[in-house]
């Protein structure tokens, strides 16, 4: 078996558990890769018994056979990690080092456990959807419009609010006034969606969610589409520019750029270990059913 480690940070509190995550990949003849810059934050403080390869970018993964991806850090890193898989399909498994973890599901005191799981096959992989960007403006995003949470529009810093006229396969749907919108997957829909009150939805339920922010007419609310939708804005404000954003990627566009959001073309994989599930992960991260008082 050979590994990719991915992460972005490395926190003092967090050396001990890296350390464990390294000493049982090596214990168990697993071949391990480390994304160059996190090998360069590691440094000397976490000690390899075994020499570990170095990872630069997706391009290496067509001439590398990885089986994993293992991400450590919270959402925020897997974010950033698949922007480094691309469509090469290679599993990610996350590693909770940071807050509430809804994708890196898995405790960090539990790095030894889930490896053993990995190598018996007690697991379960998840196709996740993703979002493309169609844009007038090659140079937007570069050569990844791809998000696995979520894309907005939003009001800049300083703003009135902003119109933005939506369209679902080209039939118009509504004008929003409203300090921005949000197009959620499946997986963002726990995110940023949730917080301005949209939807939970399931993991493979083949919908888009869109949500507006903080909307100037209060009978607009959020609603759920098919996957197969192609939706597209014209946008308009008394501010020049606005902010786009794909999942932590942000750019500045104006009332020139023509913006479209439709699935994309291939899916994103995350490793499920047979003892967790997208069930368990909300009622644990989301507190559900525990009473504060007992």
């Given at each position: 078996?050979?590994?990719?480690?991915?992460?972005?940070?490395?926190?003092?509190?967090?050396?001990?558990?890296?350390?464990?995550?390294?000493?049982?990949?090596?214990?168990?003849?697993?071949?391990?890769?480390?994304?160059?810059?996190?090998?360069?934050?590691?440094?000397?403080?976490?000690?390899?018994?075994?020499?570990?390869?170095?990872?630069?970018?997706?391009?290496?993964?067509?001439?590398?056979?990885i089986?994993?991806?293992?991400?450590?850090?919270?959402?925020?890193?897997?974010?950033?990690?698949?922007?480094?898989?691309?469509?090469?399909?290679?599993?990610?498994?996350?590693?909770?080092?940071?807050r509430?973890?809804?994708?890196a599901?898995?405790?960090?005191?539990?790095?030894?456990?889930?490896?053993?799981?990995?190598?018996?096959?007690?697991?379960?992989?998840?196709?996740?959807?993703?979002?493309?960007?169609?844009?007038?403006?090659?140079?937007?995003?570069?050569?990844?419009?791809?998000?696995?949470?979520?894309f907005?529009?939003?009001?800049?810093?300083?703003?009135?609010?902003?119109?933005?006229?939506?369209?679902?396969?080209?039939?118009?749907?509504?004008?929003?006034?409203?300090?921005?919108?949000?197009i959620?997957?499946?997986?963002?829909?726990?995110?940023?969606?949730?917080?301005?009150?949209?939807?939970?939805?399931?993991?493979?339920?083949?919908?888009?969610v869109?949500?507006?922010?903080a909307?100037?007419?209060?009978?607009?609310?959020?609603?759920?589409?098919?996957?197969?939708?192609?939706?597209?804005?014209?946008?308009?404000?008394?501010?020049?520019?606005?902010?786009?954003?794909?999942?932590?990627?942000?750019?500045?566009?104006?009332?020139?750029?023509?913006?479209?959001?439709?699935?994309?073309?291939?899916?994103m994989?995350?490793?499920?270990?047979e003892?967790?599930?997208?069930?368990?992960?909300?009622?644990?991260?989301?507190?559900?059913?525990?009473?504060?008082?007992?």
């Open positions: 078996m050979q590994v990719v480690i991915y992460g972005k940070t490395i926190k003092e509190g967090n050396l001990d558990f890296i350390q464990t995550l390294f000493d049982t990949l090596h214990d168990r003849d697993i071949n391990v890769f480390v994304f160059v810059p996190y090998l360069r934050l590691m440094g000397d403080r976490i000690k390899q018994k075994k020499d570990v390869g170095a990872f630069e970018s997706h391009l290496d993964l067509k001439t590398k056979n089986d994993f991806m293992i991400t450590l850090g919270g959402d925020g890193t897997i974010l950033n990690a698949i922007s480094e898989i691309r469509d090469n399909g290679v599993p990610v498994l996350g590693i909770n080092l940071g509430l973890g809804f994708l599901s898995v405790e960090k005191s539990r790095m030894a456990q889930a490896i053993d799981l990995l190598i018996h096959d007690r697991f379960s992989i998840e196709l996740r959807t993703l979002l493309f960007l169609e844009t007038n403006d090659d140079k937007l995003f570069g050569d990844y419009k791809v998000a696995l949470n979520d907005t529009i939003l009001k800049r810093d300083t703003s009135s609010m902003i119109t933005v006229n939506t369209f679902i396969n080209g039939a118009y749907l509504t004008t929003y006034w409203a300090d921005g919108i949000i959620s997957t499946p997986t963002g829909s726990t995110g940023y969606n949730l917080s301005c009150g949209g939807p939970i939805i399931f993991p493979g339920s083949g919908n888009f869109i949500t507006p922010v909307p100037h007419n209060l009978n607009v609310r959020p609603i759920v589409i098919s996957q197969d939708s192609v939706v597209s804005f014209e946008v308009d404000g008394r501010a020049d520019s606005f902010l786009c954003t794909l999942d932590s990627r942000f750019e500045t566009v104006g009332q020139t750029h023509q913006l479209a959001i439709r699935k994309n073309d291939y899916m994989k995350l490793v499920q270990l003892d967790k599930s997208f069930l368990t992960t909300i009622r644990e991260k989301l507190a559900w059913g525990k009473d504060s008082r007992n």
